[in-house]
């Protein structure tokens, strides 16, 4: 399927991984229902890199600083997603289709005490967990799903 980029907004996600080679989750706030759980990503501002937008988003979203994290892959093309219809989500109304994102792998040197998800306002996260990216591809909302397969099937080569 042909995409036009430019109505998909550019961002990043990053798969972060502990010393056990499972995936750091956050859960969505003021999200219900079973697929609450995803991976840190966020917007790529205009000028950013997307590799530098990644762990901005993680040291955003999570709190984990730079210096705690090592890369250790990346996925060169853009992955993308589309909103479901009647998507509700702000960036919905701003007249975007979805996301193409660009997706990286690090690895977490830290420990628990170098999370804090409320490191920026407004929070992202109420709650976090690590598990594997198997279990990943089942948490997360389904219209992201292939887009998390695909990181799935890249990132655990890498471990």
Not at 48 to 75: F, N, Q, W
Not at 131 to 155: D, H, M, N, Q
Request: cysteine-free; aromatic content about 14%.
């Amino acid at each position: 399927m042909m995409r036009n980029p430019d109505k998909y907004r550019p961002a990043a996600g990053i798969a972060l991984f502990n010393a056990d080679g499972q995936v750091f989750l956050g859960r969505r706030k003021k999200a219900s229902g079973p697929y609450v759980w995803q991976m840190p990503q966020g917007g790529i501002d205009k000028g950013d890199k997307p590799k530098h937008a990644a762990v901005r988003e993680l040291t955003e979203e999570t709190g984990i600083s730079a210096d705690l994290v090592e890369p250790i892959g990346r996925i060169k093309d853009w992955l993308y997603y589309d909103f479901p219809k009647g998507f509700a989500g702000s960036k919905r109304a701003r007249g975007w289709y979805g996301q193409r994102q660009k997706w990286y792998a690090y690895r977490f040197f830290g420990a628990a005490p170098d999370i804090n998800l409320e490191a920026h306002k407004p929070a992202e996260f109420t709650d976090y967990r690590w598990a594997s990216l198997s279990l990943a591809t089942k948490l997360v909302v389904p219209f992201k799903r292939p887009v998390y397969t695909r990181v799935k099937r890249e990132f655990s080569k890498k471990l």
